[in-house]
């Protein structure tokens, strides 16, 4: 094209295009689709009504390199460069292989650093933290523990002053952060490793987090969703068996792509997994909609494959599935439904979400619905749902928890 300056409300349409010319998969597409959606909206919010290569290179190194993970990264940096290409008149585009994400070791220097590593793994051992929330607690701690290095204190000499000094810089002060260091602060004081309690300055620093939007979705809306999969084919098959996972057991996407063909007691017709994000095992039912479609697709649709994951890639080379895949898999069969998700959660978590706020709903107990979600707490599943003590006693009370009478009538839960 002769000229690369286009209206940035063109750039998905522009998108298309440059997908077509480059004859770039279906899959691709979808993703870098996604990628330039978020392009134009940032670019919208700027004010910027016109768009040429220099604005999207901006975008990447000005804010995409700043806000976005890497694995987010690697998703929407090829489709701004994709769509370049297509302006500057380019034949041809090669997306980049992606490099594999290698996580970084911390460091945890002198007393604050042996403590704190510590009370890291004492945290998650109590608390059953996730892997991600593990590398968070690393992250902030190592840096804490190398700025105290540099600062010539020991544990035996914190002072507010200190602590003031780590949050003054911005990226230190943020609600994760924050929340962080004032656990790991208690801790020393509860302990009795520092005589002042230390995180009394941290609690009037944390802010909210910002009110989630709604991620809930009506009942004829997932029918809509688990409607609109075409299970004639294989990638049908899988697809449907995932959702319903999802939309009928509630299993979270990281528990359902790590799925084992083990996992699965045909015999007793149940489900027996370790929660990748708690650790802890949950025994699901394995319904007659979810044990069908799973069975369809383990007889028709999963290639062939050494492989224990239930759920794989259709295409060569074999393999399991990413959560990002996942993802777009989900919001592949909202947009044929016709289910409007602007400003809402969409993704194979807003699924789970849905099951449990549709049980509620229908007044099953909260223990029910814990347990159901995998969560070892109700306190956890309130928190989950946002609900407050007043819709707890609201669903509670008059219940009678039966697991078998719930689990043989989860559809009347979710449908009814």
């Not at 992606?98 to 007393?111: E, I, L, N, T, W």
């Not at 890639?313 to 919001?331: A, D, H, S, W």
């Not at 709903?361 to 956890?380: F, R, Y």
Request: net charge positive.
């Amino acid at each position: 094209m002769e000229n690369t300056i286009i209206p940035t409300d063109s750039l998905i349409e522009v998108c298309e295009k440059a997908v077509e010319t480059f004859q770039l998969a279906t899959d691709v597409k979808s993703r870098f689709m996604r990628g330039i959606r978020v392009l134009s909206r940032h670019l919208q919010q700027d004010g910027v009504l016109n768009y040429k290569p220099e604005e999207g290179e901006r975008y990447i190194v000005e804010i995409f390199e700043q806000n976005l993970s890497k694995y987010r990264k690697m998703q929407i940096i090829p489709a701004i460069r994709a769509v370049n290409a297509y302006l500057n008149g380019e034949a041809t585009y090669t997306i980049p292989k992606a490099q594999r994400y290698v996580h970084k070791s911390y460091r945890f220097p002198g007393d604050i650093g042996t403590v704190a590593e510590q009370f890291i793994n004492e945290r998650t051992d109590e608390k059953h933290l996730s892997l991600n929330t593990v590398r968070q607690y690393k992250r902030v701690l190592s840096k804490f523990a190398v700025l105290m290095e540099l600062r010539h204190r020991t544990l035996w000499d914190l002072s507010e002053a200190d602590i003031v000094a780590f949050i003054g810089s911005t990226h230190n002060s943020d609600f994760d952060r924050l929340s962080i260091l004032r656990f790991f602060m208690s801790y020393l004081y509860d302990n009795k490793i520092t005589t002042t309690d230390l995180s009394h300055p941290l609690i009037g620093k944390s802010r909210r987090r910002p009110t989630k939007l709604p991620s809930y979705y009506e009942a004829h809306e997932i029918a809509s969703i688990e409607n609109a999969i075409c299970k004639s084919g294989k990638k049908g098959l899988r697809d449907y068996a995932m959702i319903l996972l999802a939309s009928r057991l509630g299993l979270r996407s990281s528990d359902i792509l790590d799925l084992k063909l083990s996992d699965i007691d045909w015999d007793a017709n149940f489900l027996r997994i370790m929660q990748h994000k708690t650790r802890a095992p949950i025994e699901l039912p394995l319904i007659p909609i979810v044990g069908n479609a799973i069975a369809s697709y383990l007889r028709y649709g999963r290639p062939k494959s050494t492989l224990k994951n239930v759920f794989l890639t259709c295409n060569f080379p074999v393999r399991p599935l990413m959560e990002g895949t996942f993802r777009e898999i989900v919001v592949e069969y909202m947009r044929r439904a016709g289910v409007g998700y602007d400003g809402k959660h969409h993704g194979p978590h807003s699924l789970r979400h849905s099951l449990a706020s549709r049980m509620l709903k229908n007044g099953v107990a909260m223990p029910v619905i814990s347990e159901a979600l995998g969560h070892q707490s109700t306190d956890t599943t309130m928190s989950y749902l946002a609900i407050d003590n007043e819709s707890l006693l609201l669903c509670a009370n008059d219940v009678v928890l039966v697991k078998e009478s719930f689990y043989t009538q989860k559809d009347k839960y979710f449908y009814g």
